[in-house]
């Protein structure tokens, strides 16, 4: 039989011991010495002068005095000696001067790697994160740094129908939101008190055109073709006073009008500048795209099912990239 077990060296006691007591008694000291491991500190070189009952260090490396030899041991002050433990490969301890935990690696006690971290179901960091709240930060300011040239940041979801969105909140209560929020149109919207939300402006995906549902303003380009009509729904609500900039990208021709009247009925427009002049008709719509006089340009209004929609026929004799500025009440 062994005199002493494998991994901490306690003493067996054996068959037909005399005074077993003394022989426990040491395993228990080990026991004491080593288990539940920390340490006053683990930068000493020299033992301290007047060391209490129970106190355990790691003595750094060069040590001298009583400690000369046991560099990286653990001393222990008991029955008014030094007692050294030589430490085995993964044993852990504590160091009370800083807090930090440390690892003998077979040569010497270093601070343990930080783990690595995948699928970890929550993370909290200065809070406490939730299943709804998988990663939880609360801070002063967050960063996201460059790897490299640029940086992204990814919000993906799963359907089209879906939100992917940045919500701004006061007191936990939204705000404004900007995103993608139940189509892949990119809207910007904002509350005044987290329940009612207005679309403050909104970015069609599959043609890029903005739109300002409540601010009322209106941007978008369209390449109409020689004798075909172009529309657009109108978002303003009735009675509207509309403002529109019409501008051919050729530079040839641009123009300022006004429309006033209730969009159900009568319309009133009134062309405040053109240039060039006595080229611009206003009809009533839809417009076909030949309704209107030959070499010109006609627009008209059409409220046809309750959809208010403001038709541009080209008629001047060629393909034409038209930019519509549009602002309504």
């Known amino acids: 039989m062994p005199e002493t077990s494998p991994t901490l060296s306690l003493p067996y006691l054996q068959p037909a011991q005399a005074q077993k007591h003394v022989t426990h008694n040491e395993a228990l000291r080990i026991l004491d010495a080593v288990t539940q491991l920390s340490v006053l500190t683990a930068s000493l070189t020299t033992p301290p002068e007047l060391p209490d009952e129970g106190d355990r260090y790691i003595v750094a490396n060069a040590a001298v005095g009583a400690w000369v030899g046991q560099d990286q041991n653990i001393a222990v002050w008991t029955d008014n000696t030094w007692q050294f433990f030589e430490p085995s490969v993964g044993w852990r301890a504590d160091d009370a001067s800083t807090g930090a935990e440390l690892r003998f690696d077979g040569t010497s006690w270093v601070s343990p790697a930080a783990p690595t971290l995948q699928n970890i179901p929550l993370v909290g960091i200065g809070t406490t994160a939730d299943t709804t709240n998988r990663l939880a930060v609360s801070a002063d300011a967050t960063l996201l740094n ?39 149109d990119f809207s910007v919207k904002v509350s005044g008190d987290g329940t009612t939300f207005r679309t403050a402006l909104s970015v069609d995906a599959n043609v890029g055109a903005v ?36 501008s051919l990208n050729m530079l040839d021709r641009s123009y300022l009008m006004a429309v006033t009247g209730d969009m159900t009925g009568a319309r009133n427009f009134a062309e405040i500048f053109a240039s060039p002049a006595a080229s611009l008709n206003f009809l009533d719509g839809p417009l076909s795209g030949t309704s209107g006089p030959d070499g010109e340009l006609n627009m008209a209004i059409d409220n046809a099912g309750g959809v208010r929609r403001m038709y541009i026929e080209n008629r001047l004799g060629s393909n034409r990239l038209f930019t519509l500025s549009t602002m309504g009440k």
Request: net charge negative; proline share 4%.
């Open 211 to 246: 739109q300002f549902p409540t601010g009322q303003t209106y941007f978008q380009e369209a390449f109409i073709l020689n004798d075909t009509a172009w529309s657009f729904i109108m978002p303003w609500s009735n009675p509207a006073r509309i403002l529109l900039w019409l």
């Open 146 to 184: 460059n790897a490299g040239a640029g940086h992204q940041l990814k919000l993906n979801k799963a359907a089209v129908s879906d939100t992917s969105s940045l919500l701004f909140q006061t007191g936990f209560s939204g705000r404004a939101e900007m995103g993608t929020t139940g189509s892949d």
